[in-house]
């Protein structure tokens, strides 16, 4: 079956840091992926998406790369604010698993001034 | 503006009593789904459905029941049979039926944190 793997956290950066989020995928078919963010006693935001290999998502300075010879999608962000403090969920959606979406555990992320 | 809505935000639930949870959308989406989370363990998928009057169990269904009367309504029942109902409970939605208009991202609610009395 399908699964997602995302780096442990709780992750703490000081302002300005640079990010990045470790998520590995195995998929039964050709899959899109996700990034979605959660800030605190909210649900789920789609952060940005990528439907096929080699494809970059970017969204409010964050970037992930579709990299299917690694099945890998790991967010990243040049200089992190205080604000980016949240939950950050890989999750991945394809035919075999009739499109429904196969989430990671989540990463918190923890900025600092 | 479009969205999801979920009712009510905090939920307070006694031993052996069935509560139900809503979701409304106006977004004009086919597919709606309930997800539940715990600390540490992410979103687990309790039931979807991708048509009006039409849905199917997820990985966790037991105990949770779900109706789908309207395209815009997809309410959840914790019913007395989940022995562990303490989570945050989610609601999603997504344009058309999964396959036919390609893979849609999903929309949430703000989500509903049901707790045991």
């Known amino acids: 079956g399908d699964s997602v793997t995302q780096m442990e956290g709780p992750v703490t950066l000081s302002e300005e840091a640079f990010l990045t989020i470790n998520c590995t995928y195995t998929?039964?078919?050709?899959?899109?992926l996700f990034w979605y963010v959660q800030y605190p006693g909210e649900g789920l935001q789609l952060l940005l998406k990528?439907?096929?290999?080699?494809d970059k998502g970017s969204n409010k300075g964050f970037e992930a790369t579709y990299r299917k010879e690694t099945t890998s999608f790991h967010l990243e962000k040049g200089s992190v604010q205080v604000s980016d403090s949240a939950v950050y969920f890989c999750?991945?959606?394809?035919?075999?698993?009739?499109?429904?979406?196969?989430f990671g555990k989540g990463t918190l992320l923890t900025v600092n001034p | 503006d479009g969205g999801i809505t979920q009712s009510p935000k905090y939920l307070f639930r006694k031993e052996g009593q069935n509560v139900t949870l809503s979701c409304e959308q106006n977004?004009?989406?086919?597919?709606m789904y309930w997800y539940r989370q715990d600390p540490g363990q992410g979103l687990r998928l309790i039931y979807y459905?991708?048509?009006?009057?039409?849905?199917q169990k997820g990985d966790i269904a037991e105990g949770y029941s779900v109706s789908r009367e309207k395209k815009e309504s997809f309410p959840l029942t914790v019913t007395s049979a989940q022995k562990n109902p303490t989570a945050f409970y989610l609601c999603?939605?997504?344009?058309?039926?999964?396959?036919?208009?390609?893979?849609?991202?999903?929309?949430f609610g703000d989500g509903t944190r049901l707790s045991i009395l």
């Open positions: 459905s991708q048509i009006v009057n039409d849905f």
């Open positions: 977004l004009n989406h086919d597919a």
């Open positions: 999603a939605s997504s344009i058309g039926r999964p396959g036919g208009a390609g893979i849609q991202p999903q929309h």
């Open positions: 999750a991945l959606s394809d035919r075999g698993s009739n499109y429904k979406l196969t």
């Open positions: 998929a039964t078919g050709y899959p899109s």
């Open positions: 990528a439907t096929k290999a080699d």
